[in-house]
């Protein structure tokens, strides 16, 4: 059982259009981290969110971290080719002291 | 700078050798991860390292793995003897505080078990 659940698994969709891709958890994070991750590639930082309700903005991507710091979205604008990959959530679950990660989304955005 | 070096890159073997991965952490940080991830379970912390000391290896699957760090700038993890079920990309990854830190993750090592 994955402790931090993303949905969708995949998704494939055409450049320009707009999509998100949601992380839940039944436990509360004290702070939550978002990677993408391109083929042969370890996975990249993108964002790290820490307060309940925050929502930072990179470019095109909006990040979301939940009132209750249990939940996240990735909102992303107008996709573009370069934006395929496995986009990962990742935190650090009361009890534990190193990240858990999620199930991942692959993207793939066609042109 | 360089980055989180892991060797081999790709690795071909037989179930039942001994596989050794090797990773070189990014200098000045001081904690150090091993991965693994598979299309079925994801990317799972298998152990990790702070000062050299491991902290927690509760991900490690079983006894046929291990791993070390001698010293602050090299860590290896060892499998003996492998079995086809241990294919997958082993990442490595370090960062320079809290394990809850942002990760730096070196470019994998594909192992493949025949």
């Known amino acids: 059982t994955q402790l931090l659940e993303q949905s969708p698994q995949f998704l494939s969709i055409q450049e320009g259009e707009n999509l998100t891709v949601y992380c839940n958890s039944s436990?509360?994070?004290?702070?939550l981290q978002w990677y993408r991750q391109e083929p042969g590639e370890g996975p990249v930082l993108l964002v790290t969110?820490?307060?309940?309700?925050e929502v930072k903005k990179l470019k095109r991507l909006t990040f979301q971290f939940g009132d209750a710091r249990k939940d996240s979205s990735l909102h992303i604008t107008a996709a573009q080719t370069g934006d395929t990959g496995l986009y990962l959530c990742?935190?650090?679950?009361?009890?534990?002291?190193?990240?858990?990660f999620g199930s991942g989304t692959r993207l793939q955005v066609q042109p | 700078d360089a980055g989180v070096i892991q060797s081999p890159r790709h690795e071909v073997t037989e179930m039942g050798q001994e596989v050794t991965l090797r990773c070189k952490p990014i200098?000045?940080?001081?904690?150090l991860f091993w991965y693994r991830q598979t299309m079925m379970r994801g990317l799972e912390l298998l152990i990790y390292?702070?000062?050299?000391?491991?902290?927690?290896d509760s991900g490690m699957p079983e006894d046929r793995f291990s791993a070390k760090m001698p010293n602050a700038s090299f860590s290896t993890l060892k499998i003996q003897p492998s079995e086809p079920r241990d294919s997958a990309v082993y990442f490595c990854?370090?960062?320079?505080?809290?394990?809850?830190?942002?990760?730096?993750f070196g470019p994998g090592t594909r192992l493949t078990v025949l």
């Open positions: 990854a370090s960062n320079p505080g809290l394990a809850a830190n942002e990760q730096f």
């Open positions: 990742a935190g650090v679950i009361t009890g534990r002291r190193a990240l858990t």
């Open positions: 390292f702070n000062n050299n000391v491991p902290i927690d």
């Open positions: 436990s509360v994070f004290s702070s």
């Open positions: 200098s000045g940080h001081n904690s």
């Open positions: 969110v820490v307060t309940g309700g």
